[in-house]
Each structure stands twice: as structure tokens, then as C-alpha cells.
């Protein structure tokens, strides 16, 4: 069965329309849980992980539903959240506390690297 929603939408003409959207997988609901835990944009996260940009919110999204292990290994290390946890959501959540450190460090990284 595919993990479709359908919601009708109007067309230019007022009538209604079905425009088929993926529902979020387990890694794009996760991924969103530790972007938001860690204050960060999807825009931002995409740059600080060295992704193309728009990537990460295709991902939360479910419009990309496997993304490739360098890509969410790399998403993983900036918001310091293990990789297994990311894939599979085995073992706990990681703290707010690590993941925000993890930004700011990824932040630091950047800017250190810019100048």
C-alpha cells in the first residue's frame, strides 16, 4: 500500500483537485523533532550539514523518502543525534542539551571555516 494523502485542492478555475503528497517517514518526523528541539531551519541545517539546499525539508516532508546515508549522516553529526536514532529511532531521543551544543558547535565550525 503506498503512503499517500490526497487533499483536495482548487484549481484556477475553483473546481476542486487531488494533488497526491507522501505522509513523513519515521527519519523526516525525527529529523524535524531535533531540528526544532535544536532551533535551527531547515535552510540553516542544510548549510551547516554541507546538504543542497532544500533537502532537509523534502525529507521532513516525506517528498524524499530515502535519502542517502552520507546525507543523513552528515544531517546527523551537525544536530549530534546518533545515526542509528535518525534511521531506525532505536535507543533514546537524543537531550536538547547535546543537540543544541551540536549546533552551536556546527555554527562556530562554519563561521571559524568562512573567515
Known amino acids: 500500500m503506498k503512503n499517500f494523502v490526497t487533499s483536495p485542492l482548487p484549481n484556477v478555475f475553483g473546481a476542486p483537485m487531488t494533488l497526491g503528497m507522501r505522509k513523513p517517514s519515521g527519519i523526516g518526523l525525527r529529523l524535524r523533532e531535533a531540528r526544532t528541539v535544536a532551533a535551527v531551519s531547515a535552510r540553516e541545517l542544510d548549510r551547516l550539514a554541507d546538504t543542497t539546499e532544500g533537502h532537509t525539508s523534502l525529507i521532513e516532508s516525506g517528498v524524499v523518502q530515502n535519502a542517502n546515508a552520507e546525507t543523513l549522516a552528515k544531517l546527523a553529526a551537525v544536530l549530534g543525534v ?18 543544541r551544543a551540536a549546533i552551536i558547535a556546527a555554527r562556530n565550525a562554519s563561521a571559524s571555516s568562512a573567515a
Open 82 to 99: 546518533s545515526l542509528d536514532w535518525l534511521v531506525t529511532g532505536s535507543g533514546p531521543p537524543p537531550s536538547s542539551r547535546v543537540v
